[in-house]
């Protein structure tokens, strides 16, 4: 599965944003994925997952302010994001869940990322 992350931004602490994930392959709609997030010095952490029959999960630090989501007509997965706070400041990703294992050091399993700041 190739992912590609989008819709991060600037937003002032207490705004909102929706993160975007677009997949390709055929397979989205039967695996489990996950938003994910890096902040600068940090390991890069599972913020909130979705199985690929909609139960979600996030970690305490999200509960309540955001959503994860996904259309499997359209092979997205979205983040609706909330109340956002200088603390939620970190590269974002989409993956699968768990992660894959990267066996191929010349493959970029993670892609970019879309880059969430959130000013205080």
């Known amino acids: 599965v190739q992912l590609q992350a989008s819709g991060g931004g600037l937003v002032q602490a207490g705004g909102s944003l929706r993160l975007s994930c677009a997949a390709s392959?055929?397979?989205?709609?039967?695996?489990?994925m996950g938003w994910y997030r890096q902040a600068p010095g940090k390991q890069r952490e599972l913020v909130a997952s979705?199985?690929?029959?909609?139960?979600?999960n996030y970690i305490d630090s999200v509960k309540g302010r955001f959503t994860i989501s996904r259309d499997n007509a359209k092979n997205t997965l979205y983040f609706e994001m909330n109340s956002l706070k200088p603390e939620d400041t970190a590269v974002y990703y989409c993956?699968?869940?768990?992660?894959?294992?990267?066996?191929?050091?010349?493959?970029?399993?993670w892609g970019q990322g879309t880059q969430l700041t959130v000013s205080s």
């Open positions: 392959g055929s397979i989205f709609s039967i695996i489990d």
């Open positions: 979705i199985t690929s029959g909609g139960i979600r």
């Open positions: 993956n699968t869940v768990p992660p894959p294992i990267e066996t191929d050091l010349t493959y970029d399993y």
